[in-house]
């Protein structure tokens, strides 16, 4: 089965969310849906991480390149 994208993960939680705020399922789907939601917030938090490991390489790459410094990175931030 495709994994699914960190964008239909999201949308599939919102959905959850909805459902559990109805408050209209029995207590085991309750249960089975929340361990759902559980389940794709990792998969989620996963995601973020890799990207923001990427995105940080990327930096870093960059500042080899043209000479900068970290302090330089960190003082256009501000």
Request: proline share 1%; glycine share 2%.
């Amino acid at each position: 089965m495709k994994e699914k994208t960190f964008e239909e993960n999201i949308k599939r939680i919102e959905e959850i969310i909805e459902l559990l705020e109805e408050n209209k399922q029995p207590l085991e789907m309750t249960t089975t849906l929340f361990e759902e939601a559980m389940n794709k917030i990792k998969n989620c938090e996963n995601e973020l991480d890799g990207a923001e490991k990427k995105i940080n390489k990327v930096m870093v790459m960059e500042i080899k390149q043209d000479g900068s410094t970290d302090e330089e990175w960190r003082s256009i931030d501000d």
